[in-house]
């Protein structure tokens, strides 16, 4: 029986035959092939690798934000704000992860595939929110996940665990309040109970 799906050393050729040099890096790693374009490449990238004959990725099927701040204990010494998308193709059982990195780091800015693939919409919202990454050309870029006041990036290595401020019901004023954040840092050590007899021992 012959596999179904064309093998990854075949894909990456035929990937990088389509891009060309848009492609600034082809990798292939357990069988799964990355390709990384630049920020200035990236919309016409995922448009040859939706249209392709040999590629025809019709699905986008995840996208997310990165952040390099802390890659290889400090080692990476590129761009800090990055997305990774992961596009299959239905017709052709083959997929890629596509990268860019935003040029700037003070303001992380990438182009939306929104126009491209739908499903890119709320996770372009998500990489925004949790980021800071901002999608260019997205028709309704706004927060998703955390609160409307919500100030920072939560999923930024450089933001606090804890966070900046919490919000409880106040019973006197009778609605959500935020203040500073109340929470305490605690040691972090085993604590051994010994109980006399236990497990029936003396």
């Given at each position: 029986?012959?596999a ?25 790693k ?51 704000y ?18 860019v ?52 990036h ?39 109970i ?9």
């Amino acid at each position: 029986m012959t596999a179904v799906a064309i093998h990854p050393e075949v894909l990456k050729e035929t990937i990088a035959a389509a891009l060309g040099d848009k492609a600034r890096r082809i990798g292939l790693k357990h069988g799964e092939v990355t390709v990384v374009v630049a920020a200035a490449d990236y919309l016409e990238a995922s448009l040859i690798l939706r249209d392709a004959p040999g590629c025809r990725f019709e699905q986008l099927i995840d996208l997310c934000g990165l952040d390099y701040s802390d890659y290889k204990e400090g080692a990476w010494d590129g761009a800090r704000y990055g997305v990774a998308v992961h596009l299959l193709s239905v017709s052709l059982n083959q997929r890629v992860r596509l990268k860019v990195f935003a040029p700037d780091d003070e303001l992380p800015v990438v182009a939306s595939l929104n126009g491209i693939w739908s499903a890119a919409n709320w996770f372009e919202r998500e990489a925004f929110d949790l980021f800071g990454i901002v999608f260019e050309g997205h028709n309704d870029l706004r927060r998703i996940l955390t609160d409307y006041g919500f100030i920072g990036h939560p999923f930024r290595k450089d933001f606090p665990t804890s966070g900046h401020v919490e919000m409880r019901y106040d019973p006197e004023s009778k609605r959500v309040i935020y203040q500073p954040v109340t929470i305490e840092p605690r040691e972090i050590t085993p604590r051994i109970i010994r109980e006399d007899n236990y497990g029936g021992l003396q």
